[in-house]
């Protein structure tokens, strides 16, 4: 940084936050948090292989060559730690299944673990100091997606504007982890963030027209940010009022329509890191209390063939989402458009499956065209429900009525997501939902060699060791690939 630090400046105290963090540590009940965190996105990069798009972002990133540095899940061969960022978040965004904040409604794991991991090999950092980096890169990338929730608005600034917070405020993360990992102190931390501002992007049209785009911003996030900490180490440097400048990110992004006290509240005292949302279900976290609502009406008796209509009772904001046009959701022609169709959520869970209760192997391209499956989607509507709306987005309610063919009414109402605080998965749950991603590519022993490795990680002398556990698959059959087409 060409000038002296300003002391007051946002960016400032992210950056004091950080370098104190990583030097002193974090809560015990944050690192633990972490480490799942780190173990859920490993787990999401194996899945993901099943992906065409997968394929692809490999292949580029193998055709550009360069030192051997970094570990891609799943690749024996190494590459630089910026392409392995790239390649490892692109995997850990591309089946929906990330962890969520909310109410920012972002996914922070998704590019920050990939960065730092990738970071921490370059570096020959220890465990201890990537846990405390991926914790405070989280923090940074939530508190500054809240610096845009408008509580009066009750909704994103960032997606009024059409933007990804989630790989704009992902970058900013993964830049201070990746710098406490290549030993920045404050200025370079600030600095880091004055050049990854440079770079941060995302915006949100493929959720609503199609395009498989959104599973590269997550990996665009990660690079961005270790790219930034390796500029800044070369003698590049930022404004030191990069976030509230007047050309700075908010008024940049958000037109100057920003609260700063959700950066500064708290900062190293309150942590919103244990209170992110892991996912329960490989889908768009809209639909998951859908899901939750058929599998509490299956686990009650309801049969598939007594149903005569279903009404999904949602946020107003989701059905854009999940419901809208109603046509195409109740006839999703791929496994990933069934991915955000709140009729195929509410009909998977009504007939079950796999994982915590709909899993991988029931987003298929097969399954969202099967005769049954697309004869129940045709009877569920999507409507706006006032008590959802109240909640929303601290939580993605739902209100499912089903009329059976009888005239009966059944109503079941999941008002808070699985895999919040308010209802937390287990880490049984957990280390069930990492199986199960990696089954048919990691042995069962492997699996388990990792886990212990992950809850382990404090006390690691460095990361390549874990991650070489996960270059090479083994050659079991897995499920069905998921086709990669546009999203309708």
């Not at 686990?299 to 946020?315: H, K, Y």
């Amino acid at each position: 940084m060409s000038d002296a630090t300003a002391p007051d400046t946002l960016g400032a105290q992210l950056a004091r936050f950080a370098v104190d963090a990583a030097r002193d540590g974090v809560p015990d009940d944050v690192a633990a948090s972490t480490r799942q965190r780190v173990l859920d996105v490993l787990g999401l990069c194996v899945a993901s292989h099943r992906l065409e798009t997968s394929a692809a972002i490999i292949d580029h990133v193998l055709d550009q060559g360069g030192h051997e540095q970094a570990s891609i899940v799943g690749v024996p061969q190494r590459v630089t730690a910026a392409q392995a960022a790239l390649a490892n978040g692109v995997l850990a965004h591309s089946l929906d299944y990330d962890d969520t904040h909310l109410p920012s409604v972002l996914h922070p794991s998704a590019s920050v673990v990939p960065a730092a991991l990738a970071a921490a090999e370059h570096a020959g950092a220890d465990g201890e100091l990537t846990v405390r980096a991926v914790a405070v890169g989280l923090e940074v990338a939530v508190r500054l997606g809240m610096a845009g929730y408008d509580q009066e608005l009750g909704n994103s600034v960032f997606f009024e504007h059409g933007q990804h917070a989630t790989s704009i405020t992902g970058a900013m993360g993964s830049a201070v982890a990746a710098s406490i990992l290549y030993g920045a102190d404050e200025n370079g931390i600030l600095d880091a963030l004055g050049l990854t501002a440079s770079m941060a992007s995302g915006i949100i049209e493929a959720n609503r027209t199609g395009g498989t785009v959104k599973r590269l911003h997550c990996g665009l996030a990660a690079q961005a940010g270790v790219t930034a900490a390796q500029l800044v180490r070369r003698g590049f440097t930022g404004p030191p009022t990069v976030l509230e400048g007047r050309f700075g990110f908010f008024e940049a992004w958000l037109h100057g329509r920003f609260f700063p006290a959700a950066i500064t509240e708290g900062l190293g005292k309150e942590w919103a890191v244990p209170g992110i949302f892991f996912k329960p279900y490989p889908a768009n976290h809209f639909t998951h209390t859908s899901i939750d609502a058929g599998l509490a009406l299956r686990a009650r008796g309801l049969r598939a063939e007594d149903v005569a209509s279903i009404t999904i009772g949602a946020p107003t904001a989701v059905i854009r989402t999940i419901g809208a046009p109603l046509e195409t959701k109740r006839a999703p022609q791929t496994g990933y458009q069934a991915q955000f169709s709140g009729p195929y959520a509410v009909v998977a869970g009504l007939l079950g499956g796999g994982g915590l209760g709909v899993g991988l192997d029931d987003f298929t391209d097969a399954l969202a065209q099967e005769p049954r499956r697309r004869a129940l989607m045709a009877l569920v509507d999507v409507v706006p429900d006032e008590r959802c709306d109240a909640i929303y987005p601290h939580q993605f309610p739902a209100v499912v009525t089903v009329t059976t063919t009888d005239g009966e009414v059944v109503v079941e109402e999941v008002l808070a997501n699985r895999g919040g605080p308010e209802r937390p998965l287990t880490d049984d749950e957990l280390a069930l939902k990492f199986r199960d991603n990696v089954a048919g590519r990691v042995s069962p022993d492997t699996a388990e060699d990792v886990r212990r490795d992950v809850l382990t990680l404090d006390a690691s002398s460095d990361i390549t060791s874990l991650m070489s556990r996960l270059t090479t698959f083994q050659a079991t059959p897995v499920p069905a690939a998921t086709t990669d087409k546009d999203l309708a």
